[in-house]
């Protein structure tokens, strides 16, 4: 399982790819576990960061899974667009009864 670091943002997100890209081969086969537990600051980045990690983990014949991640991560990627990609679940809506 991989770790992501407390805060990830424009700043630093290309700078942590590195290890991230060189890690995930090493990670064993099957699935790519990505725990964001400890995130704690991070802006629309981060989402990129993640994504390439999915991108990484498919290119190597790994599923991709995201573990621990904070609400506010799931309501960006949301907002972006890309929840499910994450495998964050869809949000149900409520159907109105009349």
């Known amino acids: 399982m991989l770790s992501l670091p407390a805060s ?3 700043a630093d997100a290309q700078a942590l790819m590195r290890p991230l890209a060189e890690a995930i081969p090493r990670e064993p086969a099957g699935r790519l576990d990505i725990d964001a537990a400890g995130l704690g600051h991070f802006d629309s ?3 990129a960061v993640l994504l390439e990690c999915r991108r990484l983990a498919e290119k190597s014949g790994r599923t991709f899974h995201l573990s621990g991640a ?3 991560l799931s309501q ?3 907002l972006y667009g890309v929840a499910e990609l ?3 679940a ?3 809506e409520a159907s109105a009864t009349a």
């Open 70 to 72: 904070p609400p506010r």
């Open 8 to 10: 990830i943002n424009l």
């Open 45 to 47: 980045s981060s989402l």
């Open 90 to 92: 869809p949000v149900q």
């Open 76 to 78: 960006l990627a949301r």
């Open 86 to 88: 994450l495998g964050f």
